[in-house]
Nanobody, 122 residues
Framework: HVQLVESGGGSVQAGGSLRLSCAASGYTYKKGWFRQAPGKDREGVAAIYTGRGSTYYADSVKDRFTISQDNAKNTVYLQMNSLKPEDTAMYYC??????????????????WGQGTQVTVSS
């Protein structure tokens, strides 16, 4: 069983930046970041496949967010720039084994972190 520990959330003004980190207790095939705002479904933000390093982004964050990894540390990062109030949400780190499904499908991620709050004020 893989455990995920997130850090790096907080409050920032619009246009600011934050960096989220997620340390996994072991190897996983892929890692991703999801977010959930009050009253909304959890949505995929970005994902990275450990082996080939392929990355995927939601259209709403493309060109503003960057997902990266340090395989030696089993850690994934999410650099968030040009933050907007609509980015406000609880952000969750997730990791998964190789199963069929889209990168943003929550059902393909079997391990989840506890979540870290990101609040962007206008």
């Amino acid at each position: 069983h893989v455990q995920l520990v997130e850090s790096g959330g907080g409050s920032v003004q619009a246009g600011g930046s934050l960096r989220l980190s997620c340390a996994a207790s072991g190897y996983t095939y892929k890692k991703g970041w999801f977010r959930q705002a009050p009253g909304k479904d959890r949505e995929g933000v970005a994902a990275i496949y450990t082996g080939r390093g392929s990355t995927y982004y939601a259209d709403s964050v493309k060109d503003r967010f960057t997902i990266s990894q340090d395989n030696a540390k089993n850690t994934v990062y999410l650099q968030m720039n040009s933050l907007k109030p609509e980015d406000t949400a609880m952000y969750y780190c997730a990791a998964g084994d190789p199963v069929s499904g889209s990168w943003y499908d929550v059902r393909t991620f079997g391990y989840w972190g506890q979540g870290t709050q990101v609040t962007v004020s206008s």
